[in-house]
């Protein structure tokens, strides 16, 4: 176990590293920074100090190991439209983000599990056909349309739930079930493919031969081991929810991350997206290492290959 700890630690910080000098890249190749800080009026000697004041006149592996230096003690400078600390504007943002993506996931397994799980015991019949539709449909629909339609229904007609804001707990529950609807097929599909491979296998043949209870048997032998490629399947999408929130998070105005990156990308703040980018990066970094090592740990199988 820990070699390949070790092993999957350094892939991670291999990662990790590439997604930075990306990052870095990507937004410095877009154009001339000191062009975009400056604005469309500004003269050339305005531009050439602002060049100066920013770094932007250095060679470009200056700019990065000084920005990645500063980045490793989460000094991320300064914002240039908020004229405050990148920091601290994540630190403010960013739990309203993870909050949402942590409801969104729950309503996603929650569904998902049962319907992937009823879908391979009733397989070919019409609860799984029904199970399949609403995994495609779920894939198929945009997540803005289903959260605006779900704003329509819930929030205009009916009047249970508010339409916007971050105030109390009932902002969350439409843009969760949004967000959490297009997390939801895959799961769906990934549970019901595992528990068909399990359910024929034959270990389950076995316990139903000694004549032991269907009900353990789907969730002490099947289950158990048909859900163990969701936990990996689980991290990787509650990274994709962090990074996709920012359509949610506009439709429901919600003061998030995601809002915070599109209201960056509009005005061309480009140390909040680098920070942003990095930060959401480093997070999905994370829950795949440890999606990585807690699978180990539950099959030891993963560990020897």
């Known amino acids: 176990m820990l070699a390949f700890t070790v092993r999957r630690v350094l892939v991670a910080l291999a990662v990790a590293v590439t997604v930075s000098v990306a990052s870095f890249l990507l937004l410095h190749l877009s154009g001339d920074l000191a062009t975009a800080i400056a604005g469309p009026e500004a003269t050339g000697p305005q531009i050439a100090q602002i060049r100066r004041d920013y770094g932007l006149d250095q060679p470009l592996l200056t700019q990065f190991l000084t920005w990645g230096w500063r980045a490793l003690h989460l000094d991320f400078g300064n914002s240039f439209y908020f004229r405050e600390s990148v920091i601290d504007l994540l630190a403010a943002r960013l739990p309203i983000t993870l909050y949402l993506g942590i409801i969104a996931l729950a309503v996603a397994l929650f569904v998902a599990i049962p319907l992937g799980v009823v879908a391979a ?3 070919d019949t019409w609860i799984d056909r029904t199970a399949l539709a609403v995994s495609v449909l ?55 493919n ?38 990996a399947l689980s991290a990787v999408q509650f990274g994709f929810m962090l990074g996709g929130s920012i359509v949610i998070e506009a439709v429901f105005s919600l003061q998030g ?18 920070a942003i980018v990095l930060v959401l990066a480093m997070i999905y970094i994370g829950l795949t290492l440890a999606a990585d090592l807690l699978n180990a740990f539950l099959d030891p199988r993963l560990r020897q290959s």
């Open 257 to 274: 991350l995601g809002q915070l990156a599109w209201e960056s990308i509009a005005r061309n703040d480009f140390p909040v997206v680098q």
């Open 194 to 231: 595992g528990m068909l491979e399990v359910l024929a296998s034959d270990y389950v043949r076995t316990a139903r031969a000694k004549g032991l209870p269907p009900r353990k048997i789907l969730v002490r032998h099947a289950l158990r081991n048909a859900v163990i490629p969701v936990i």
């Open 121 to 123: 015991v009733k397989r």
């Open 138 to 192: 779920g894939q198929a629909m945009p997540s803005f349309w289903f959260g605006l339609t779900l704003i329509l229904i819930f929030s205009v007609n009916l009047r249970w739930l508010p339409v916007s804001g971050n105030a109390t707990w009932k902002n969350f529950v439409l843009p969760a079930v949004a967000l959490g609807y297009y997390a939801m097929p895959a799961v769906m599909r990934l549970t019901r």
